[in-house]
Structures are given as structure tokens and as C-alpha cells.
């Protein structure tokens, strides 16, 4: 066949120009196809106009700044004006070059994918998709599956590629160039869990993207790429060169000089590397007691073991607009909000210096005085951890706590025997544990580690401001990651003689004054058929004889409390406590001043709230309003209050408080811390000291304190080390010597309480109250 004969070169232009037809034909009819969703839906205008991803949500302190987020993806959007620079000029030098000149679809980009990536197969040509293409494929995900044929993963392929030319046009149509590169940023994956550009300047240099330098812009962008491959933390010499391809990019067409190129190429990766975690970073409990009291479901009786805690959660849901907000609240398409994706902006209370302070406080004292005083007397008994009770009744504490874990249900679940459990349990392993000193690497049994921390000691804080009810920081535990129990609000305990303040404010309500003299002798109760004498476990020199309220307070004397509970009948104490804000169930017995009841660390620290706001008890509150992530206000939260006792009993309250501080079982705080200025507080000890208490009140900050360990019978074997005094009030002490350093907060010992006008026969400065001796032991 002969290549110039009319017929030969008519035949190939017919079928080179049928080709090219039929081609084009079937483009075009594949796109209209596509267009009438043959193939499947293409992304809506609302789609377009808000595209889905799981956002994470914010959660910010009174002060502004990120305590936290909680999220399913660890992704918080940013807009255009909030990005260096140096990350849009790098993203643009290797992903888009003509970014700003094609409408979604960049064709000489195509080209050069056809010419040289196909058919010359230069694989430094690169790809051809543009930025808009692959938000467009980040966006709205492909769907194909790797079980499925090879023609039919291609077909798809194929299909799915036509799919987001025409969403990234459409993109191109709805959006500024501006806006779609923000968009790409805030969408991609950056590896180590961290979704856009916010989460991934956070997580690998503590930055925001608008403090970017050019090398860490750099970094970032090459990372995109291949996560893994490229990742600083794993393969950091793959991210070092992927680094200098990318700022090769930016020399070529010119966001860099040659001089900028050969200084930073060679620098070295410097990271400032924090995975994310809901286990690390400021208040840890705090963050999580908000996402369990926002996703909160309305209260099924079926799902609790106790009628009380049943009663108490369904009024919760009922009067707390908070509480369950997620299942309360629908969005305009009707679905509940969700916490970890739609990207709520929820603003707190919570002081986040006031937070880190009371966070320090709390590890200073547990790390420094209190677990080494407890492990000394652990190791001098033999390494008994528990105490007051026998070796059957420690080995069955374990064997509780070890049912409650994870590997025995799963074992129980898998048909294991009670034998190989106990074999299970006992087989050491290596493992992570906590210890003061930081996580140390160890071969230790899950039986043997269940002990272990056992004998550690916990604590929990809490402090508000009186007069809106603000929680200014909130601390639930020692450590979130390895003490995840929150003893602020879903933990309680005995409160001891921390209670000992309501009774006497029904006595001040009632005509009683802090000089009232009564005698400190042992009082009787019928009890049934019983009699029941309160007793104190030490004596003083005031024994038998006529002493004030004041000081029956200031010393925490059993005798004067069961003189005043004999004044009136449990039921009005108990109704006086209810009202001052406490909210857990309380039987009306007369053992009441012996504070054997369980309460809250929060309700505590609201009910003492109460004296310092002139009578009226405010509710706590941690949440004032929350924002969707476009920056729309969705809901606002207000204070709860009730006028509980009248201002001149609140104050005479805060005069015997004082006392209790100026010369009585909180005077540490004194003489040790040097605290000045006007504050009172109570200590409180339970039985066998298995826990500390301590409630302080300053004019414009309440706090509150409990020290104890997870079991009852892990204590201190003496009073000195395990009254509240010692246990808890430190913590208040320390952490009021930061908040008094820190003039910002506005919080300072110049503050004074507000004084109502006194009836004339009310004294509050007793005659012989300069003879009582100082007295810091808690006659319980």
C-alpha cells in the first residue's frame, strides 16, 4: 500500500477524523450523563455552598484562647486572611502553578500529564489535577473499592475523574480563588491525625498558620503529598527532601530568591511535635465532662442502677438547657447537632490561666508532699497498700477492680476460664505506666499494675467566681490519661466537717450570733432504741467549758456542732443544705454534722459560693454561649439564682469562715502559704482520714479541694498527715499565691466583702477570741 495514494490517505482521514469524532461524541456524551446523574448524584448547590467534613469543635476559655477541641477528625477551619503567605505560595509552586489563570480545570496541565506522563512516561511531570480538582476529590470522596474488577474500577475511575471537572468547575463558579485554596487547606490530611492547616501547625510546630515560616510552609505542603511517607516524626529525611523539592518549586517561579533557597534548604527539620489527644493539653477532665454533659441522652430509669442518681440527671435535663444540648437542639435540616463534626465554637467560663495554675497547684503538692509521705508509709508496712482492713478484704478490693477492666470482659466474652483469667492477669507484659516523674516503660502484670495504682492518690479543684456562678478552673484528677474518673462532678465522697457551715448558718438564720456561748460538753441523741453520743477525737483545754460558735468552728468541735443540730431538727439542716444548693440526697439523721454523706466537689464549691454573694446561691455554670463554626450564635446561658439566706447571715457566715482561717484548723494557710487579705475556709476530714477536704472563700473567688485515694482504705494512718488541713488546703494555698502574682486576673487581696448593716445585739468580735490558742488540728 503506498503512503501517497489518494485513496490510502483518503481512507485515514476518514477514519482518523471518525475517531476524533466518535471520541468527542462520546466525551460529551459521558458528560451529559454524568450531568443528568446517570452515573450517579453530582454534589447539590447547597452541597457546594456548604460542603461536609467533619469539623472539630472548639472549646474556649472566658480569656480566648483553645483549651481544647473535641472531634472525630482533628480539623478546625481557618479563613484565607488567617494563612501566611508562605503556605499559599508554596501550596500554589507545587500543586497549581496556574492557579489563578484556569476556571477548575487546568488543560495544559493535561496535556503534559497526556505527552509526558503517559506516553513518555516522565513521572517528574507530574499530575495534571488542579487545587481545585483535588478539594473537589477531598470534598466529596470517591467511591471505589479495591474488591471490585479491574474494568469495572476503572470504568469508575474513569467516571468519577469526569465527576470532579465538573464539581470543581462548579466550585470555580461558587467560590473566590481565595476561598478554594482556604477550602483545600482546611479539608486535607496532614498525618498524625491532624486535618487541615490549623491542626497541623498546632500539632507538629505549636503555631497558628498565619506564623508559618517559609521551611515549615514548605514541610506542610510536601507532607500532603504521601502523610506517611513524607512524615517529619517517622521518616524525617523523606520530609527533609520532599521539603526542598518544594521550596525548588518556589524558586522556579520566583515566591523565593536563590540566596532564600540555599539558607533554608539547608536548615534541618525543627519541630515542636504534639500529637493530639484528648488525653493531653488544659483541662483535660474539663473538656471531657462538657462532651459526656453536651451528648448527654435524655435520662432512661432502665439504664441506672440507682432511683437517685436517675432523679438527679432527669432534673438536669429538665431545668439544664445544657445538658444533653446536642439532643435538644436540632439543625436547619433537622438533624441533632453533633459535637465532634460540625465544628461548634463553644465558649467556657473557664480562666485558662486561672486553670493552669490550679493544674500546677494540684500536681505540686500530690508530687512533692503527699504521694511521698503515703509510699514512705506504704513501704514501712510491708508495702500494704491498704490499711484497717484485712488481707481477704484487700484481695477482693482487686478482684473487683480487676472485673471492671477492658481485658476481662474481653476474656469473659471469649470463654475464657476463671483460671486462665487469674493466668491471664498474672503474666507479665510490657506496659506504660504513670508515675510523678513522668511515663516510664516497665514488665509488670495487669494484676500487678492494678495495685500500682491503687496507692496513688488523687485529687480534684474547683473554683468560682460567688457572684455569676463562672467556674474559673476545674481539675477532676492527678492525670486524665491515667485517672480518668472525674471527682469534681461525677465523683462523690464523704464530705466530712465541711458540712459543719450549714449547720450553723441555720443557727445565724435563726438569731444565733458567732459570740454565742455554748457549752462544749458531749451531747446525746435518741436514735431508735439507741443512744448516740458524738465524741471528739482529741481534747483542748476548753473541754466542759462555755466557748463561742466561732471558735466550735474555728476548731471543727464535734461538741458544738451536735449542740447546734440538738437546737433544731435534722429535717430543717438538711432543707437548709438543699437550699444553700446541694442537690444530692441526704437522710435527715443527726450523724449529719459528721458529714458521712456523699456530695459533690461542685456542689460544694456552689453552696459555699453562697456566703461570699450576700445570700444568694448562683448555680455554676461553665458554658455562656455557643457558635456554630460560620460564627452564628446558636445558644446563650444565663445564671440560676435563689435567694437562700438573707445578706446579714451570709456575712456573719464569713466571719466565723475567717475565723476558721485566722486562728483555727485553716490558719496554714497563714503561716505557711502567707496569705494575706480577707479569706475563710473550712477543712474537712472524714473517717480513718480517707478524705481531705477544703473549702475556701475569698470576696471574688470561691474554691474547693478533696484529696483521697480511688479505695477508702488507702489512707494516711495518723491525723497529721490526713486531715483536710494537710490533704487539701495546700492546694487552695497554692494556688491563690499564683492567682495574687498574677495582678491580670483582677483577683487581689485588697478585695473585701461586701457588709450589710447588722442587726445592733449581733456582735461578731468576741471578747476573749485574742486568747484562743492556734489550733490547725481538726477535732472531727
Known amino acids: 500500500m503506498k503512503l501517497n495514494d489518494p485513496t490510502t490517505i483518503k481512507k485515514f482521514k476518514t477514519w482518523f477524523w471518525g475517531a476524533l469524532a466518535f471520541g468527542f461524541l462520546f466525551v460529551v456524551t459521558i458528560f451529559i450523563l454524568i450531568g443528568l446523574e446517570f452515573f450517579g448524584p453530582l454534589p447539590t448547590f447547597r452541597e457546594l455552598e456548604n460542603p461536609k467534613s467533619n469539623v472539630a469543635s472548639e472549646v474556649i476559655s472566658e480569656d480566648n484562647i483553645v483549651l481544647g477541641n473535641i472531634y472525630k477528625e482533628y480539623r478546625s477551619f481557618v479563613d484565607y486572611n488567617e494563612i501566611s503567605p508562605n503556605v499559599i505560595n508554596a501550596l500554589i509552586a507545587t500543586e497549581d502553578v496556574r492557579f489563578h489563570n484556569h476556571s477548575g480545570i487546568d488543560f495544559k496541565g493535561l496535556g503534559r500529564v497526556m505527552f509526558k506522563t503517559v506516553l513518555f512516561a516522565q513521572r517528574s511531570a507530574g499530575g495534571g489535577s488542579t487545587i481545585t480538582q483535588q478539594l473537589a476529590k477531598n470534598l466529596f470522596p470517591r467511591d471505589i473499592s479495591s474488591k471490585q474488577n479491574v474494568f469495572v474500577r476503572t470504568t469508575k475511575l474513569v467516571i468519577t475523574k469526569f465527576k470532579e471537572w465538573i464539581t470543581a468547575v462548579k466550585l470555580e463558579r461558587n467560590y473566590t480563588k481565595e476561598e478554594i485554596a ?45 502523610p506517611t511517607r513524607y512524615s517529619p516524626v517517622r521518616n524525617p529525611e523523606n520530609a527533609r ?47 471531657e465532662m462538657l462532651r459526656l454533659f453536651m451528648t448527654a441522652s435524655k435520662p432512661n430509669p432502665k439504664r441506672y442502677w440507682s432511683q437517685q442518681l436517675y432523679r438527679e440527671d432527669s432534673l438536669l435535663w429538665e431545668t439544664n438547657p445544657l445538658y444533653g444540648w446536642c439532643n435538644k437542639n436540632t439543625k436547619p435540616d433537622g438533624t441533632p447537632y453533633n459535637v465532634y463534626t460540625d465544628g461548634l465554637k463553644i465558649y467556657t467560663t473557664v480562666n485558662s490561666r486561672m486553670q493552669r495554675y490550679a493544674e500546677e497547684a494540684l500536681a505540686e503538692h500530690l508530687k512533692n508532699d503527699l504521694q511521698p509521705a503515703l509510699d514512705k508509709e506504704i513501704k514501712a508496712r510491708g508495702g500494704k497498700i491498704f490499711y484497717d482492713i484485712t488481707p481477704e478484704q484487700a484481695d477482693h478490693i482487686i478482684y473487683l477492680a480487676m472485673r471492671q477492666t477492658q481485658r476481662y470482659r474481653g476474656l469473659v466474652a471469649s470463654g475464657a476460664s476463671r483460671d486462665s483469667i487469674m493466668d491471664n492477669f498474672n503474666e507479665k507484659i510490657p506496659m506504660r505506666v504513670f508515675s510523678w516523674k513522668g511515663e516510664r516503660d516497665t514488665l ?34 492527678p492525670d486524665f490519661k491515667h485517672f480518668k474518673y472525674d471527682m469534681v462532678q461525677q465523683g462523690k465522697r464523704q464530705v466530712g466537717s465541711t458540712i459543719k457551715p450549714f449547720l450553723y448558718t441555720l443557727a445565724m438564720q ?161 503561716l505557711k502559704y502567707r496569705l494575706p487579705g480577707k479569706i475563710g475556709g473550712k477543712t474537712g476530714t472524714t473517717q480513718h482520714h480517707s478524705d481531705g477536704w477544703f473549702m475556701g472563700v475569698t470576696p471574688n473567688l470561691v474554691a474547693g479541694v478533696w484529696t483521697g485515694a480511688e479505695d ?46 447588722l442587726p445592733s445585739n449581733v456582735s461578731i468580735n468576741c471578747e476573749d477570741e485574742s486568747s484562743y490558742e492556734i489550733n490547725e488540728i481538726e477535732i472531727y
Open 182 to 226: 482556604a477550602m483545600y487547606l482546611n479539608v486535607v490530611e496532614f498525618g498524625s491525625n491532624s486535618f487541615g492547616i490549623k491542626a497541623a501547625a498546632k500539632t507538629f510546630f505549636d503555631t497558628t498558620p498565619d506564623s508559618l515560616t517559609i521551611d515549615q510552609a514548605a514541610l506542610l505542603v510536601g507532607v500532603v503529598n504521601a
Open 444 to 477: 509488670m502484670s495487669p494484676l500487678d499494675s492494678i495495685r500500682y495504682y491503687k496507692q496513688f492518690l488523687r485529687s480534684s479543684f474547683m473554683a468560682m467566681d460567688p457572684h455569676n456562678g463562672h467556674v474559673k478552673a476545674y481539675v477532676g484528677g
Open 241 to 287: 527532601h520532599r521539603r526542598n523539592v518544594v521550596l525548588g518549586q518556589m524558586l522556579k517561579y520566583g515566591y523565593i530568591s536563590q540566596e532564600q533557597f540555599d539558607s533554608i534548604s539547608k536548615l534541618p527539620i525543627v519541630l515542636k511535635y504534639q500529637a493530639q489527644s484528648h488525653n493531653q493539653g488544659t483541662a483535660t477532665y474539663f473538656r
Open 712 to 757: 477508702r482504705s488507702v489512707h494516711f494512718q495518723n491525723l497529721a498527715l490526713g486531715q483536710g488541713a494537710n490533704m487539701a488546703l495546700p492546694i487552695f494555698g497554692l494556688f491563690m499565691q499564683k492567682v495574687y502574682a498574677d495582678t491580670s486576673l483582677g483577683i487581689s487581696p485588697n478585695d473585701d466583702w461586701q457588709k450589710p448593716l
Open 510 to 670: 435563726e438569731g444565733y450570733s458567732p459570740c454565742t456561748k455554748v457549752p462544749n460538753v458531749t451531747q446525746t441523741f435518741v436514735v431508735g432504741d439507741t443512744i448516740w453520743a458524738p465524741k471528739n477525737s482529741g481534747s483542748t483545754k476548753y473541754d466542759g467549758q462555755m466557748v463561742t460558735l466561732k471558735w466550735g468552728l474555728s476548731n471543727s468541735v464535734n461538741n458544738i456542732s451536735a449542740w447546734i443540730m440538738k437546737q433544731f431538727a435534722p429535717s430543717a439542716v438538711v432543707e437548709m443544705i438543699h437550699q444553700l444548693g446541694i442537690k444530692s440526697y441526704i437522710e435527715p439523721v443527726p450523724s449529719i454534722i459528721l458529714g458521712t454523706f456523699e456530695f459533690s466537689l461542685y456542689e460544694m464549691v456552689g453552696a459555699y459560693g453562697t456566703y461570699v454573694n450576700k445570700g444568694v446561691q448562683v448555680e455554676p455554670i461553665f458554658v455562656t454561649r455557643i457558635e456554630d463554626k460560620n460564627g452564628n450564635v446558636l445558644a446563650t446561658f444565663n445564671t440560676k439564682k435563689n435567694e437562700a439566706i438573707s445578706e446579714q447571715t451570709a456575712y456573719l457566715m464569713i466571719n466565723l469562715l475567717e475565723s476558721v482561717v485566722n486562728q483555727g484548723t485553716g490558719v496554714r494557710l497563714r
